[in-house]
């Protein structure tokens, strides 16, 4: 039998129905859906008081596009089944909090702190490092990240491209601003 579109449609409202049961009695207010509220408030509260107010616009753009990255990244892993969330603040298939909030913040330091192309390479993969084989671990261990055919070395290069592509693209439009100034 093929399916039409409407079928499409019953079967992602049967979905967002079964996704919002579970989240209203299995997710909301667990020390997961906890750990995820104090860790996102707290690492934006951070970044507030760290964040170099000179260079807000050129940090943030650096932020945005890593934002931008992670969201789509995430959505294509999601849709094919590689990973998914057991834990949300909210009541999504992705988890808006770490790719919109969490993971820009700690590039974004990455990107204030380091300035040279050394410096920052060797930041970045500390960071790449950390978020594979540290962070996503742990998020598996919190039940909040559930992985089906991904691995977390799968991640390691695509945190470092991340860092670097975007370094490379901030840079050259600061250098296309100076130019038409």
Not at 44 to 70: C, M, N, P, Q, S
Not at 100 to 121: D, G
């Amino acid at each position: 039998m093929q399916s039409t579109w409407s079928d499409v449609v019953e079967t992602f409202q049967q979905y967002r129905d079964t996704r919002m049961g579970y989240w209203l009695h299995e997710n909301l207010f667990t020390i997961s859906w906890w750990i995820l509220v104090i860790t996102t408030v707290g690492i934006f509260v951070v970044w507030l008081i760290f964040l170099d107010k000179k260079r807000i616009f050129e940090i943030v753009t650096y932020g945005f596009f890593v934002t931008a990255t992670g969201v789509i990244g995430d959505a294509i892993g999601v849709s094919l089944m590689l990973w998914h969330y057991t834990n949300t603040l909210l009541p999504v298939s992705q988890i808006a909090e770490i790719h919109t909030i969490q993971m820009p913040i700690i590039y974004m330091l990455v990107y204030q702190y380091f300035h040279t192309w050394k410096s920052f390479l060797i930041a970045s993969t500390i960071n790449a490092f950390v978020f594979a084989f540290i962070l996503e671990p742990l998020l598996v261990w919190l039940q909040i990240y559930e992985l089906h055919s991904w691995k977390h070395i799968y991640s390691f290069f695509p945190y470092i491209l991340i860092a670097i592509v975007f370094k490379f693209v901030v840079n050259k439009f600061k250098q296309l601003d100076r130019y038409y100034e």
